[in-house]
């Protein structure tokens, strides 16, 4: 193993085939913190045979020192430091700089992290045309993967993976110009002329600033949203390997370049099943519409013959309470209440969802729980933020943590292309049949 790898401990596993007798002495890694690993890199070469683990559930694709989850204890932690104490104590900029350089930053690091971030949130004045080319009514994920994937179009001078000076200003600028490309995304879809970003501003203000100022006159950002956008962004900024970021991983191992790779993550983090659940949880709740109906929904989702699931319930790998769902419950009392929002049906009805399913025995046996995307939409829908931005602002707080892992994967010395293999169950070699024999 390479310096800095995972420690080789002692303990070693041995896989006997039965078939012919074969043996295979594999070596079980340990880790700072969670389950060992076997290191069945030999396998193949020694037994002729591949592991077979659709959906990864028991896999480990990667060696990193981001971010760990106990899924089992409901824990989260960013290079160490648990969620918790980051979202109350944190800006995103100091989580920003922790996930991408691995230590909390300083007074003076962080001012100059926050300059050189804040002196690339503008972007190239041609990509306005982009967005004229999509229908209004367009997705706003659609928006981002398009317009994203394009950035290495404008930003050529930052796409030579081989430089670590160009890998760090293109993950600056990811960084940097997410949120005024998402936010151009909700005014394009209003109609509205796009606001540039503003050097004054934080980061959370600056998004809150360019979704919801015109240029007709001032705007202020409310300091409890502004407070309340900031902790959102942090409790989505990353989350181990989960499907977004291992496709960034996998998309960098081929070495495109990382514009084109957070585009790809942009596409997974679309699906219901993962950062679109957010926007899923809200059109759920709008179809459940009164609490009289929750029994009728719980039938449904207990019934394996519905496809229907509730959403922003279950994780594939928190099996207690997601730490994240917690702590954005708390947030959105606090955005309610300092909005003077007191009877938010959505939330009542909300609240006793998450106590009927939890008191539920089909949710309890199978450790469902309240997911990150359970409370979040709730919040964004009281800010006035569209169901359909939902998933957009989660790739805006996703970028810094896919951006950690794209360089991780690219400094990794054993870094090799990624490329699964396959259990094969198509027809057996044939022979060919022309047309006119068909
Ligand atoms: C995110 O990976 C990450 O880290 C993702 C994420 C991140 O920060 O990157 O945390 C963000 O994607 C959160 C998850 C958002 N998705 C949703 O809220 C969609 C609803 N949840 C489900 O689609 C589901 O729970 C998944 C996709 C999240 C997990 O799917 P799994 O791993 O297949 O679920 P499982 O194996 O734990 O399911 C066990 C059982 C199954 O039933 P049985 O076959 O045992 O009878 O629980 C059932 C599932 O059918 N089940 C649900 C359910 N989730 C799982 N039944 C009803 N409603 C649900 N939500």
Redesign the pocket.
């Known amino acids: 193993m390479n310096k800095g790898k995972a420690a080789v401990g002692n303990d070693t596993v041995t896989l006997t085939d039965n078939s012919t007798g074969r043996k295979l002495e594999m070596p079980l890694l340990s880790g700072t913190a969670g389950p060992r690993v076997i290191d069945i890199r030999a396998l193949y070469s020694e037994l002729d045979c591949f592991t077979f683990d659709p959906g990864f559930m028991a896999t480990g694709s990667c060696d990193s020192k981001i971010t760990y989850i106990d899924g089992d204890a409901g824990i989260l932690l960013y290079r160490g430091y648990p969620i918790e104490d980051l979202a109350q104590h944190c800006d995103f900029s100091e989580i920003a700089y922790l996930l991408l350089k691995g230590e909390l930053p300083d007074a003076g690091e962080k001012d100059r992290f926050v300059h050189d971030i804040t002196y690339h949130t503008m972007v190239h004045e041609q990509l306005h045309n982009f967005y004229n080319g999509f229908r209004r009514d367009a997705h706003p994920m659609a928006i981002m993967c398009g317009v994203v994937g394009a950035l290495s179009a404008f930003y050529h001078d930052s796409t030579d993976i081989s430089d670590p000076q160009q890998r760090m200003i293109a993950s600056y600028r990811l960084v940097a110009k997410m949120p005024t490309i998402a936010a151009w995304a909700f005014k394009y879809a209003l109609g509205q002329p796009f606001m540039y970003p503003r050097n004054d501003l934080t980061y959370a203000e600056d998004l809150l600033h360019m979704m919801f100022a015109t240029p007709c006159e001032s705007y202020g950002v409310d300091p409890v949203i502004a407070r309340a956008m900031d902790r959102i962004l942090t409790l989505?900024a990353d989350?181990?390997q989960?499907?977004?970021t291992s496709t960034v991983r996998l998309a960098g191992s081929s070495g495109a370049n990382p514009f084109a790779c957070i585009a790809a993550g942009i596409a997974s983090l679309w699906g219901?099943?993962?950062?679109g659940?957010n926007e899923?949880v809200l059109n759920m709740l709008h179809e459940i519409g009164s609490v009289n109906r929750i029994p009728e929904y719980i039938a449904k989702?207990k019934d394996?013959h519905d496809p229907f699931?509730?959403?922003?319930?279950?994780?594939?790998?928190y099996k207690n309470f997601d730490p994240r769902a917690k702590i954005m419950r708390d947030t959105c009392h606090q955005v309610l209440d300092a909005l003077g929002i007191r009877d938010e049906p959505l939330l009542e009805l909300a609240i006793e969802l998450e106590r009927i399913a939890l008191e539920d025995d089909y949710f309890v046996e199978?450790k469902?729980y309240p997911?990150?995307?359970f409370y979040s939409g709730i919040i964004f829908r009281a800010i006035g933020i569209p169901e359909a931005m939902f998933t957009a602002l989660f790739a805006v707080a996703r970028t810094v943590g896919w951006v950690a892992h794209w360089n991780e994967m690219i400094e990794d010395p054993d870094q090799k292309i990624g490329r699964p293999r396959q259990l094969y169950l198509g027809p057996e070699k044939r022979k060919f049949v022309p047309i006119e024999a068909r």
Do not use: Q
């Not at 219901?272 to 950062?275: V, Y």
């Not at 699931?309 to 790998?317: C, I, P, S, T, Y």
């Open positions: 989505h989350h181990e989960n499907a977004s219901p099943a993962h950062g659940a899923a989702a394996r699931r509730l959403m922003g319930f279950g994780h594939r790998v199978r469902l997911n990150v995307d």
